[in-house]
């Protein structure tokens, strides 16, 4: 079994800067006005306006709050940029109101609100914003909006997106130093997500692999969901509010990103063993074959090598998955891949979404298992 090394950079502060960079002369005045510069206690990063009559804006764990130790900063600057020029010119103080930085789960959010205006230069209130997208798929054109650590200046650059995984949005367009927590928006000018790190991923053998990953606005959602029902409502307005509050908008990945899937001589139990030196187990057969059609990938390996990778958490069903604890009547959706479900609230919009035969459709979770899942905002 080998191991791969997975190395992931936190482009908050300057001094990441990927090669090759560029720079789009023009920038859709939707998302350049929504998009703005943060920097709190030093880390000097990104945001999106997600709520303009109450001041929100979204942005990276990391830039609100020291990754190492957890502790918020107790107030940040927040810029608007000059049309003109696309530096920061429209200065704010904002508060941290919520924000997470937990890497097991790729939870890496902050929201902040903006106070009191810096200086002479006046912005107009109402403040620009965008709204969310919460069905963004693979090859939607996107674009990044930021602001360069050398220089501060509000940069774009366009691309498609690639994949989904583990709660991010993977796309060919770069991320540079400075995006951290910007607005990674969708060919409409809707926010689908926050850009958020640069990671390398090499075999071992000299050969390497380059991805600029983006947190998911559903996972922002699932998160705010679990702190208190409704939770994201208070924060962010849809695009599309009926759509997203009646149907099952999950986050899908085509897989778990495991490199090798491994169990022991000794136990039946199954791992997937990760790119960042991590492993997961899966709790049972039904779960692993929500995301896999067999086990013949599966290899045997001794203790010791599976040992050499912490155990982080079990698998939770596939996203997309009809769920229920094998105690209790009520059906769930499983909507991410750290088990976020959502309820769906009656017979009737069980048989709208997935048609007359959708019991046949539902795993029981035994009752051992159900506290690996978490409840977020039901399916009306």
Same mark, same amino acid.
């Given at each position: 079994?080998?191991?791969l090394?997975y ?6 502060i300057?001094?990441?800067?990927s090669?090759g960079?560029?720079?789009?002369q023009?920038? &859709? ?23 303009a009559?109450?001041?929100y804006?979204l942005t990276?764990?990391h830039v609100?709050s ?14 608007f940029a000059d049309?003109a020029?696309?530096l ?15 890497e097991?789960?790729n939870? %890496? ?6 106070g009191?205006? /810096? ?6 209130i109402?403040?620009p ?5 919460e069905?963004?798929e693979?090859?939607d ?8 650590g050398a220089?501060d ?13 583990n709660?991010? /949005?993977?796309t060919d367009?770069?991320v540079?130093?400075?995006d ?5 928006a969708?060919g409409h000018g809707y926010?689908i997500?926050? &850009?958020? !790190? ?5 075999n071992?053998?000299g ?9 998911? /606005? ?17 924060f962010i /307005? ?7 509050h009646q149907?099952a908008?999950?986050?899908?990945q085509?897989d ?6 491994v169990r022991? +001589? ?16 899966? &709790?049972? %057969?039904l ?11 599966v290899?045997f390996v001794d203790d010791?090598?599976? !040992? ?7 698998v939770?069903?596939r996203?997309?998955?009809l ?7 009520? +059906?769930?959706?499983?909507?991410d891949?750290?088990?976020t479900? !959502?309820?769906?609230?009656s ?15 539902v795993?029981d979770?035994p009752?051992?298992?159900f506290?690996n899942y978490h409840?977020?905002q039901?399916?009306?």
């Amino acid at each position: 079994m080998n191991k791969l090394i997975y190395i992931s950079f936190i482009v908050a502060i300057g001094g990441l800067l990927s090669p090759g960079l560029l720079i789009a002369q023009t920038i &859709p005045e939707q998302t350049r006005a929504a998009s703005v510069w943060v920097v709190c206690d030093g880390r000097q990063g990104s945001g999106t306006v997600i709520h303009a009559e109450k001041g929100y804006i979204l942005t990276n764990g990391h830039v609100a709050s020291n990754h190492l130790n957890g502790v918020a900063s107790s107030s940040c600057d927040v810029a608007f940029a000059d049309p003109a020029t696309k530096l920061p010119r429209y200065f704010f103080t904002a508060s941290v109101v919520k924000t997470v930085f937990f890497e097991k789960n790729n939870q %890496d959010f902050a929201i902040l609100r903006l106070g009191q205006p /810096i200086g002479q230069a006046a912005l107009t209130i109402p403040y620009p914003s965008l709204k969310t997208n919460e069905f963004a798929e693979v090859g939607d054109k996107i674009t990044i909006t930021g602001y360069s650590g050398a220089g501060d200046k509000q940069l774009q650059r366009s691309g498609q997106i690639i994949d989904f995984k583990n709660g991010f /949005i993977e796309t060919d367009a770069e991320v540079i130093s400075g995006d951290s927590g910007g607005t990674l928006a969708d060919g409409h000018g809707y926010l689908i997500g926050v &850009p958020t !790190r640069i990671v390398t991923v090499s075999n071992g053998d000299g050969e390497s692999e380059i991805r600029f990953e983006h947190i998911d /606005i559903r996972a922002l959602i699932n998160w705010l969901d679990t702190l208190h029902p409704d939770g994201h409502d208070e924060f962010i /307005i849809h695009a599309d509010s009926v759509r997203y509050h009646q149907s099952a908008a999950f986050i899908d990945q085509s897989d778990l990103d495991c490199f090798d899937l491994v169990r022991s +001589v000794n136990s039946p139990s199954v791992y997937c063993m990760m790119s960042d030196g991590q492993r997961l187990s899966f &709790p049972n %057969d039904l779960t692993y074959i929500s995301w896999f059609s067999g086990f013949e990938d599966v290899k045997f390996v001794d203790d010791e090598e599976i !040992r050499e990778f912490p155990l982080t958490r079990n698998v939770t069903f596939r996203p997309g998955t009809l769920v229920k604890s094998a105690s209790s009547p009520k +059906v769930y959706v499983v909507v991410d891949a750290f088990g976020t479900m !959502r309820h769906i609230v009656s017979e009737e919009r069980a048989k709208e979404l997935w048609g007359e035969n959708w019991a046949s459709l539902v795993f029981d979770i035994p009752d051992e298992f159900f506290t690996n899942y978490h409840i977020g905002q039901p399916i009306e």
